[in-house]
């Protein structure tokens, strides 16, 4: 690996989570609701892991903000309680997860899903007590704005220099960039390795077991 980290710091959907498939079907199934055009599954892929008010202003750039805050309303509706789509950890994640907080590190979250989406994920997958802390994108800026990365530095006490940031989207790269923390790029979620590689991530991983055997 070459250098050494005090603190992980993980995005959620299409990086520790396999959520995609849910979070388009939900989308359109929210924007049907309200009268809206369909949705196309590539569009909606390119703005997951923003805050699902971002992805919307980027889906839906002429709308009245009104409406688009109630397709957001009935998004949450579908996903949270309505969309039955299976969202499991990714192959190796849950293992993983264990043997990094075994090995010594701090992990924690940094994510473009509201907290009660949040909350509802850590339950499901029983990893809740694996993270020292949380960030959605509800209660702080969306990515690619650095500040949760900020609060989280601040919260923990861990120095930029001492923190890697582990994401599958371009967001979460550029993000990492901003706050002047390391990262490394998953190629098995949303964004390919052109994009992920613009914004200089430290390498490209096709697994999650092999991030974990970089991190050894």
């Not at 949760?148 to 006490?157: D, F, K, N, Q, V």
Request: with cysteine.
């Amino acid at each position: 690996m070459g250098k050494a980290y005090e603190l992980l710091i993980f995005d959620w959907d299409g990086t520790l989570m396999d959520s995609a498939e849910r979070i388009v079907r939900c989308f359109q199934a929210a924007a049907h609701d309200c009268g809206w055009r369909t949705l196309t599954d590539e569009a909606i892929r390119k703005t997951i892991g923003l805050g699902v008010a971002e992805a919307l202003a980027r889906l839906l750039p002429g709308e009245a903000i009104a409406r688009r805050q109630a397709i957001a309303s009935r998004y949450r509706e579908h996903f949270l309680r309505l969309n039955d789509t299976p969202t499991p950890l990714f192959p190796g994640v849950a293992a993983g997860l264990k043997d990094l907080r075994a090995r010594g590190y701090r992990m924690a979250v940094a994510t473009g899903k509201s907290r009660i989406g949040l909350d509802a994920a850590l339950e499901e997958s029983r990893t809740r007590a694996l993270f020292c802390t949380t960030r959605s994108a509800d209660e702080t800026r969306s990515k690619p704005d650095p500040l949760m990365l900020h609060e989280i530095l601040a919260e923990t006490g861990v120095e930029a220099a001492e923190a890697l940031m582990i994401g599958d989207t371009s967001y979460d790269i550029e993000m990492a960039a901003r706050a002047g923390i390391d990262s490394v790029a998953v190629t098995y979620g949303v964004h390919d390795s052109v994009e992920l590689r613009i914004h200089k991530p430290r390498l490209c991983v096709q697994t999650f077991p092999e991030l974990c055997a970089w991190l050894s």
